[in-house]
């Protein structure tokens, strides 16, 4: 009975874990549209301002490293709660008069950010019991943050182009100046302050659950530790690790950076076109961890791996070819690309479970291996692109689907190899089994045969003796 009284409160729990997860997605994604808007604000070039967002990830990894020692004294519940309140230093981004004051609120965002989604992950696993639909759920709402911050954004921008009233475009200088700026007062701050009232609200709805739940007289089972990973077990899961980083955030890096390749391009499209670009990128992002989670009740997950990881490196030489001849190439191959890298992340943690072990420790790792390679990713490609040219957008994310194919290919054929080991060594220890058994079986029947006939002959030994007569 006490089962069935809890089980709505842990729907309510699940579902508001998930809206937390959708938040800590807006909040992520805010950055990439508002970004042109910010370059004008703080009268900064491209190099500089492409570096706010990967300081942002930066300190949101810093953030997930300081839930471990938080998470020692300070309960979930209060963390999060406590994080979303620090949400609020989200406004002072606008309205900063210079870029380091504002790089200095994106890194108090990112650290309350870290810890609240760690604690978030940290919850929703204890929630799991060890199944991967929690994880897809995760990512979905994830996603739809992502889709939601650059709607939100888009009545608020200022439709800022470095081209306006330029002549002999090179297509490749990223500078802007002041007076290529518009003059009118920018009005992201409206929209920054709507994200602000979502953490507060969020914050109230946790403080009412969690004091609900302490009145709640059946608490969930803590999941039980596993034992200690073996040899093979650990480096196939830092080939995992390895892997998340180098390709687990790139999808979200490519969303954020679509709004200004398609600015300094070749294309020079318009930003609000571009933000819808933004959004419907990310739309396919979360129908594509839609269809994962039906796709994996038929197949493997690696065999779902595979195709993600095969279909990204086609889509990806696509945009290299094609990415700035036509808007509409774009438009459909970074959807293509987006559509086969959106179940990455939660197909490498169900990988896991189908094949190694999967603990709280591995999927924190997971989180700060994609938080950092996002991070790393981001800082990178800003300043190639920054550097050379918008192309080398695409060119990177060619480059590393190649790198995560080649990876993989290597954990792939490791665990191969160790299945087969162990198979081999099982079918060797049945068989020995079984054929003892059988030898075992044979000394009895021939023992009974062997007497039967002895005790056959004497009887016809006496037989003859008597004439052929017994005496009955």
Same mark, same amino acid.
């Given at each position: ?8 409160? !842990?729907? !309510? ?49 810093? +953030? ?27 406004? !002072? ?27 978030? =992950?940290?919850?929703?696993? $204890? ?37 306006? @009233? ?18 009118? $007062? ?25 004091? +609900? ?5 059946? /608490?969930?089972?803590?999941?039980? $530790?596993? $034992?200690?990973? +073996? ?24 969303? #954020? ?9 070749? !294309? ?6 571009? =933000? ?11 129908? +594509? ?11 493997? /997950? ?13 889509? #990806? ?47 924190? =790792? ?13 800082? *990178? ?21 190649? *790198? ?10 490791? /665990?191969?190899?160790? /299945?087969? @080991? ?42 003859? *003796? ?7």
């Amino acid at each position: 009975m006490g089962m069935s009284k809890s089980t709505p409160c !842990l729907y !309510l729990e699940m579902a508001l874990l998930l809206a937390i997860a959708a938040f800590d997605g807006i909040i992520d994604s805010c950055f990439g549209p508002s970004l042109q808007d910010l370059h004008c604000l703080y009268s900064v070039t491209v190099q500089t301002i492409s570096t706010l967002f990967p300081l942002y990830v930066g300190t949101k990894t810093a +953030g997930c490293l300081l839930y471990v020692p938080l998470h020692g004294v300070i309960s979930d519940y209060t963390l999060m709660m406590g994080c979303l309140l620090g949400s609020w230093l989200v406004l !002072l981004i606008p309205l900063c008069p210079s870029y380091w004051l504002a790089a200095a609120a994106s890194v108090g965002l990112g650290l309350t950010g870290g810890v609240a989604i760690s604690a978030c =992950v940290a919850r929703t696993g $204890e929630l799991s019991y060890e199944s991967t639909i929690s994880f897809h759920l995760f990512g979905l709402a994830a996603c739809a943050g992502h889709i939601l911050g650059p709607l939100t954004m888009s009545p608020f921008l200022s439709n800022i182009s470095p081209y306006r @009233n330029r002549s002999n475009i090179t297509g490749v200088d990223l500078e802007l100046t002041a007076d290529q700026c518009d003059n009118s $007062e920018s009005k992201i701050i409206y929209a920054y302050l709507i994200f602000a009232l979502c953490g507060l609200i969020l914050a109230i709805l946790l403080a009412v659950l969690h004091h +609900g739940r302490k009145n709640d007289p059946w /608490q969930s089972p803590c999941q039980e $530790e596993h $034992e200690s990973f +073996g040899k093979v077990e650990l480096i196939l899961i830092g080939l995992l690790f390895i892997l998340m980083f180098i390709g687990g955030g790139t999808n979200f890096v490519y969303g #954020s950076l679509l709004l200004l390749f398609g600015i300094h391009s070749r !294309l020079h499209v318009p930003e609000n076109t571009l =933000v819808l670009l933004t959004s419907s990128f990310y739309t396919v992002t979360m129908f +594509g961890r839609i269809g994962a989670v039906f796709v994996s009740f038929i197949v493997s /997950q690696s065999c779902l791996i595979s195709t993600c990881l095969v279909g990204l490196l086609a889509a #990806s030489v696509f945009l290299v070819f094609t990415a700035e001849i036509s808007l509409l190439y774009l438009w459909v191959c970074s959807h293509i690309l987006a559509l086969f890298y959106a179940p990455l992340y939660a197909g490498l943690i169900a990988w896991c479970v189908e094949n190694i072990r999967v603990n709280n420790t591995v999927c924190a =790792v997971f989180t700060f291996c994609d938080l950092a390679g996002t991070s790393l990713v981001a800082l *990178a490609l800003g300043q190639l692109m920054s550097v050379f040219e918008p192309q080398m957008l695409h060119y990177s994310v060619a480059t590393i689907a190649v *790198a995560q194919i080649l990876l993989y290919l290597c954990i792939f054929l490791l /665990q191969k190899q160790v /299945q087969k @080991n162990t198979n081999e060594k099982y079918t060797v220890l049945s068989d020995t089994s079984v054929t003892l058994k059988e030898k075992y079986q044979l000394i009895p029947r021939h023992f009974i045969q062997n007497l039967v006939e002895s005790v056959g002959r004497r009887c016809q030994a006496a037989i003859d *003796a008597n004439g052929g007569h017994t005496r009955y």
